[in-house]
């Protein structure tokens, strides 16, 4: 492995023969690597690589008696002793996950401090606390509005909170698992400087994306993970992206998106002049777009567009105040819930698969199943027997890698998990399906495999939306692109015509003249 000439004690953080098992799965085996102080070191791998494993331990999450092999932190043994990450706090390991873990109904300076809150006498002092918030966020220029409560913020700014809440403890290794995941261009260049800055001060950083052109932008050195072992460890300078990807997939991936023989038919939905009142204000203001049999919709804009406010709106799912007319193969429909949508034939992959797409805590199949119920029961009972052959037919449809259809939804990769969320869609055999965000922090692997789907069941005339945070997604998989911003309809685009600097015109610009083909 690279920098094996590097001195021991010039390494934080030695990793020795680590192998962590889960019942009917080995995620870790013989992991060894190392990592230089004041390093920013790249983790990647495929999802189930076993990366959030491996965070898992460093962070406290499961302690030495659950796995084997050593791990060595300032060339001292970790021997975390309970499920707890306070003890990796102590020892100057701080973690910001994929996910944010803030408490909705707290201000922003409340989380940042929640457990140590500045007291004065044995009360809080809350002038303190709001004030070191506000020097926090302007210090790392992370642009949130330090009195409001989580929960009003965007997903993004929930990030940012994260970050700030392990920037205030005295740390000397940062983890930080997909921080982008949901952040906008302008939040991860902020991002790329605070972990300049970070490095600048002797803070050592692990890095892990499936973005891959971050690693290039902001890592000293990368490892990559594939089925739980270490396949190299590389400087950054002495790699590219294509062999990276070959690393992580175990072969030569010359295309990132499938070639698909497009043959849009005829006009399955069409929205005129829909706009949502919400929360005071107008959230989508006269939206126009119409969609065709087998046709890939890209939806484009930065976040806070509107576009999941309008897919969301379309399916019946949000603003209580929505005027507009769909019309679904020609015909005026009325949609006021998810049941109607279904009824329709339209099926949504939500962005957030852990909140809104699946029961994180039931088995795969009742996961896959759960919309589809009807299909397997009668007046009296459900039908297992065809309740699993169903859900096993689109299990290895999708290959879902999983133990078993009764293991726990949770204990799958997030790549395996969205494709539980699709597959249990796809089961209700939909003529529009609506996917926002659907490759959001999956493997390049694991986004061929979907992208290759997306193209077969649009070539079988399902039409298709999708909304995506990546440019170059959009780009590879859309027919036609239609821009967001500020909630409205800026353009809609051609393949043939799109280019990422027009898109990105289109989204950053309202009040435009634009038409539809």
Request: hydrophobic letters at 40%; a neutral charge.
């Amino acid at each position: 492995m690279g920098g094996n000439n590097i001195l021991k004690d010039e390494y934080i953080l030695r990793i020795e023969n680590v192998t962590k098992d889960f019942p009917g799965i080995r995620a870790l085996s013989n992991v060894s690597f190392k990592i230089k102080k004041g390093d920013i070191h790249g983790l990647c791998g495929e999802n189930g690589a076993g990366k959030s494993t491996l965070v898992k331990i460093l962070a406290g999450v499961y302690p030495h008696h659950t796995y084997e092999g050593k791990i060595y932190f300032n060339d001292e043994e970790l021997k975390f002793t309970s499920s707890s990450i306070e003890e990796a706090i102590k020892e100057g390991i701080a973690t910001v996950y994929q996910e944010p873990v803030l408490v909705p109904q707290m201000t922003v300076g409340e989380n940042i401090f929640l457990g140590r809150e500045p007291e004065d006498k044995g009360i809080i002092n809350w002038s303190k606390l709001f004030s070191d918030t506000k020097e926090i966020l302007k210090k790392y220029e992370l642009k949130v509005p330090f009195f409001a409560k989580v929960s009003t913020l965007s997903v993004g700014q929930q990030q940012m909170v994260e970050i700030a809440k392990a920037l205030v403890q005295e740390i000397k290794l940062l983890i930080l698992d997909e921080p982008t995941s949901a952040l906008n261009e302008a939040e991860v260049n902020y991002l790329m400087e605070i972990l300049k800055n970070l490095k600048d001060n002797g803070v050592t950083c692990i890095y892990i994306s499936h973005r891959l052109e971050e690693f290039f932008r902001i890592t000293d050195n990368i490892t990559v993970l594939r089925d739980g072992r270490v396949v190299d460890t590389v400087r950054i300078v002495d790699t590219n992206e294509e062999k990276v990807i070959a690393m992580m997939v175990g072969r030569e991936m010359k295309k990132r998106f499938p070639v698909r023989n497009s043959k849009p038919g005829e006009k399955i939905l069409e929205v005129k002049d829909l706009s949502i009142l919400a929360q005071r204000k107008m959230v989508i203001k006269n939206v126009s777009f119409d969609l065709r049999k087998g046709e890939i919709l890209g939806i484009a804009g930065l976040m806070g567009s509107g576009r999941t406010e309008l897919i969301t709106a379309i399916f019946g799912e949000y603003g209580k105040h929505v005027t507009g007319e769909i019309f679904l193969e020609g015909e005026p429909v009325k949609i006021r819930s998810a049941r109607d949508a279904m009824k329709y034939g339209m099926s949504l992959v939500p962005e957030d698969r852990k909140k809104m797409g699946l029961v994180l805590i039931q088995e795969v199949f009742k996961n896959i199943s759960l919309p589809n119920l009807r299909k397997f029961s009668n007046a009296l009972s459900i039908d297992k027997y065809k309740e699993l052959k169903e859900c096993k037919k689109y299990a290895d449809y999708l290959t879902i890698k999983t133990p078993s259809l009764f293991t726990i939804t949770e204990s799958l990769s997030g790549g395996n998990q969205q494709k539980v969320v699709i597959a249990k869609w796809l089961m209700s055999n939909p003529k529009i399906l609506i996917l926002d965000d659907p490759t959001r922090g999956i493997d390049v692997g694991t986004k061929y495999e979907i992208y290759n789907l997306i193209n077969r069941l649009a070539e079988n005339g399902v039409g298709i939306i999708m909304i995506s945070s990546e440019l170059e997604e959009i780009l590879g998989m859309s027919d036609r692109i239609t821009v967001m911003c500020e909630g409205e309809c800026t353009g809609t685009l051609d393949r043939k015509d799109a280019t990422q600097e027009r898109i990105m015109a289109l989204a950053s610009t309202t009040k435009r003249s634009y038409g539809y083909n």
